[in-house]
């Protein structure tokens, strides 16, 4: 069964940064497009970034809200993938989630809390 596994999440004040990590496992990693969604409460789930597999040339698009602050990569011999987020603001308190996606396979990982305080 595939896994995704997200770590790296937590509390941390406005202007700071966090590093989320989320490991797959039992999935064809490299073949996988990769993304980072979050859903604040009451809102629905947003796509913050998103990585295309390693034949797609590991091109990266990010949400406006997301862009020159943070930073998504992948390092497929460790099937994982990253999320660099500097310059945290309270908007971008939510739970985030790690996503794989391939033809008509998606799949999700349970979330990571990220609280910015003001």
């Known amino acids: 069964q595939v896994q995704l596994v997200e770590s790296g999440g937590g509390l941390v004040q406005a202007g700071g940064s966090l590093r989320l990590s989320c490991a797959a496992s039992?999935?064809?990693?490299?073949?996988?497009?990769m993304g980072w969604y979050r859903q604040a409460p009451g809102k629905q789930r947003e796509l913050v970034a998103r990585i295309t597999s390693i034949d797609s040339g590991s091109s990266t698009d990010y949400a406006d809200s997301a862009k020159n602050r943070f930073t998504i990569s992948r390092d497929n011999a460790k099937t994982t993938v990253y999320l660099q987020m500097n310059s945290l603001k309270p908007d971008d308190t939510a739970v985030y989630y790690c996503a794989a996606h391939y033809l008509r396979s998606n799949y999700w990982g349970q979330g990571t809390q990220v609280t910015v305080s003001p």
């Open positions: 039992r999935i064809a990693f490299s073949i996988y497009d």
